[in-house]
């Protein structure tokens, strides 16, 4: 859950009330594309915080054509929004246009939006681009008696964007999507653990993780969870977290050795010590004598 500063929460749910009938009324009337541009920018100056002529730009320019709007932050572009027509249904094209200004200008979030329907998508740059629908919502039905609901306005605020709260957001989300658990449940540590736990359950039984994993494969999980580019990225996901760890585990390992060999060789160089002592005082001795 994400902390939420006062005067920005007392904003975000203000700005609830005070929209949430204009929207309406708006759609009723059916306005176009160009009055409900209009509208957005209002709500994301008395809504989301950013600053009208400064913050929020209009008509930005991209590859010899335009998107409606843009957020910048220190010189940053920060979101690009797409905007359609108050009453309009989105579509798979829309989305596309909107993915595909991300795309060209190199930006990793973009909004599509009609100002009722808002839809935040993270565009990932690997080959090919992808693209990620994290969450949408409808502005006319949020309510500022559930904290969630002020909270998906809080993610796309201008408050958020220094805590990277947006981004947490969304790896929370990746971390408990059914791709990334479907492939945690493949991973060598839980097929260990499964393994330990049908053993304690069949004593006299032996069982090898692979045949655990056919039958989570074959079973258990859909197939759908298993292929395509989202469960080929959480398994990439998982397999750069796996070595990261290794790499760390190894890096304890050998200071552990260079340590105890730090020890050895301290000891070892003390006893030689007392020895030249020890022959040191005998042959004092001896002369004495």
């Excluded at 009337?29 to 400064?54: A, H, P």
């Excluded at 940053?76 to 596309?96: C, F, P, S, T």
């Excluded at 330990?196 to 039958?215: H, M, T, W, Y």
């Amino acid at each position: 859950m994400a902390t939420i500063p006062a005067k920005v929460h007392d904003r975000l749910i203000a700005g609830m009330k005070k929209f949430q009938p204009i929207l309406s009324s708006l759609k009723a009337k059916d306005i176009n594309e160009s009055d409900t541009v209009g509208v957005i920018i209002d709500m994301l100056n008395e809504v989301f915080g950013y600053v009208k002529y400064d913050e929020i730009t209009t008509e930005y320019v991209i590859a010899k054509t335009y998107c409606d709007l843009a957020i910048k932050i220190n010189g940053k572009i920060k979101y690009l929004i797409e905007a359609k027509a108050i009453g309009m249904n989105l579509k798979e094209d829309h989305i596309r246009q909107a993915v595909d200004y991300g795309a060209k200008e190199g930006v990793e979030w973009v909004i599509l939006t009609t100002g009722i329907l808002w839809q935040i998508y993270n565009i990932g740059f690997s080959k090919p681009i992808t693209k990620e629908l994290v969450y949408e919502f409808d502005f006319t039905q949020l309510s500022s008696k559930k904290e969630s609901d002020v909270e998906i306005l809080y993610y796309v605020s201008k408050e958020s964007i220094a805590k990277s709260a947006l981004e947490d957001y969304h790896q929370q989300r990746q971390a408990l999507s059914k791709y990334f658990i479907g492939q945690m449940l493949l991973t060598d540590t839980l097929l260990d653990v499964i393994n330990r736990e049908l053993r304690r359950v069949s004593p006299g039984v032996k069982i090898d993780n692979q045949e655990i994993a056919s039958v989570l494969k074959d079973e258990l999980i859909k197939r759908e969870v298993l292929e395509g580019d989202k469960a080929e990225e959480a398994k990439k996901r998982i397999k750069k977290a796996q070595n990261v760890t290794l790499r760390s585990t190894k890096k304890g390992a050998s200071g552990e050795v260079a340590e105890i060999t730090d020890v050895q060789r301290s000891s070892t160089e003390e006893t030689e010590t007392e020895v030249t002592e020890s022959n040191g005082e005998g042959e004092s001795a001896a002369q004495s004598n």
